[in-house]
């Protein structure tokens, strides 16, 4: 594996990092507090071919490969968890895996504007009930003549009142058949019977839209069943490897920002005259940040490697997940003490990260399902096979074109 970073990936960081300097950085603590979310942001990025950086031009993206969308995912995290979380949901979640499972019908409809950005798409997975038991959700979606009937609740959907497209999943079968009984669904906003709700007091990434959504009596056409009927949960699976992608690589990025605001601080403040910086015990928890970072970003770019030739990636995705989170929530916590009384206060980042930091550890899959998983694949209790439909390898000569 190379590790050299492209002159155009060099080139992407440069203009993220410049990006999130001047629109994100001024303004995010304002919005913390107020709890808003600023979809001009979302608006901007495409403007940038961000919101579609993976996805080939065919099909009105930027055409660069999977670790470019690593990068983005890692300058806006440092910003803000809230706009990584956009790209996350938009891009990884929805856009790649319409890329993956779509027919060319969909790309087109769907898939294209949404790459430009001219139409911003959400995830709708989780329920109530239903969240790492995902065969407990209880939405379904009937069959009558030329028309699915949904009905039924998600929750936790981030854009959940931003967002023009949903992919939805729900029961098309008896839900005796469990995982097999499940189907997906490409949703629009503006139809009959859709409705969201914002979810308000969140611990953390204040600064996004993330709600609920309902379901009542919705006519899904049947052309917008993505994938074939019962493919619902291997869909939701692949996704998941895409979402989990981008949120390891947000952590590698809330890891660098804890890094660079800690680092900062250490030469700013002083105690038993010298610098804290020079306090070991204080060392110790820069160094441990250091050595996250590093490890964290290689597990992200190893997945991405393999995301790059086409090949399943759901073992490699899910450890990158687990530890790049955990990292970063320990980088939080570390920044928060290095900054003493100060990191429990707005006045500086930091606290907002240790409350950013909590959600990846939970959402897309919680540490503890990843524990179970590395276990089970190490003891040969579990083992990932090729999908039938597997996310393109991304085309270097194409690109170049």
């Not at 001047?22 to 071919?49: C, M, N, S, V």
């Not at 968890?81 to 993956?100: D, E, K, P």
């Amino acid at each position: 594996m190379n590790f050299e970073f492209t002159v155009e990936q060099k080139m992407l960081r440069t203009t993220v990092r410049n990006f999130t300097d001047k629109e994100i950085l001024p303004h995010i603590a304002q919005w913390d507090r107020e709890g808003k979310f600023d979809p001009a942001i979302i608006q901007k990025l495409a403007e940038l071919g961000l919101m579609g950086v993976c996805i080939p031009e065919e099909y009105g993206g930027s055409g660069m490969d999977y670790n470019s969308l690593a990068i983005v995912c890692e300058e806006l995290e440092r910003g803000d968890t809230a706009f990584r979380t956009a790209v996350s949901v938009h891009t990884g979640l929805n856009s790649m895996t319409i890329l993956q499972w779509g027919n060319e019908e969909q790309k087109q409809k769907y898939l294209v504007p949404q790459a430009k950005g001219e139409r911003i798409a959400a995830f709708g997975l989780t329920e109530p009930g239903a969240g790492s038991d995902v065969a407990s959700m209880e939405t379904t979606a009937v069959k009558e003549g030329d028309y699915y009937i949904l009905n039924g609740q998600k929750t936790w959907i981030s854009l959940c009142d931003t967002a023009d497209n949903f992919l939805v999943f729900a029961y098309t079968k008896d839900r005796s058949e469990r995982h097999k009984g499940i189907s997906a669904f490409i949703v629009e906003r503006d139809w009959e019977g859709f409705s969201s709700k914002a979810i308000k007091g969140k611990l953390g990434i204040r600064a996004g839209n993330t709600g609920e959504l309902f379901f009542d009596n919705v006519k899904v056409p049947k052309e917008n069943m993505l994938g074939e009927e019962g493919e619902g949960f291997k869909i939701a699976m692949s996704a998941l490897d895409n979402g989990r992608f981008t949120v390891a690589s947000g952590a590698v990025g809330q890891i660098m920002a804890c890094l660079e605001e800690s680092v900062k601080y250490c030469h700013e403040r002083k105690t038993f005259g010298k610098e804290i910086g020079k306090h070991q015990l204080v060392q110790k928890m820069i160094a441990d940040m250091e050595a996250g970072l590093q490890m964290s970003r290689l597990l992200v770019y190893r997945a991405g490697e393999l995301k790059n030739q086409g090949k399943r990636n759901t073992r490699e995705t899910s450890l990158a997940k687990w530890q790049a989170c955990d990292f970063a929530n320990k980088a939080a916590d570390d920044a928060v003490q290095i900054h003493g009384a100060y990191g429990f206060s707005d006045e500086y980042p930091v606290e907002r990260f240790l409350r950013n930091s909590k959600a990846p550890v939970i959402y897309e899959g919680t540490r503890e399902i990843h524990t179970v998983m590395q276990a089970e694949y190490v003891l040969g209790y579990r083992e990932d096979k090729e999908l039938n439909k597997m996310l393109p390898a991304w085309n270097e000569t194409e690109y170049a074109k």
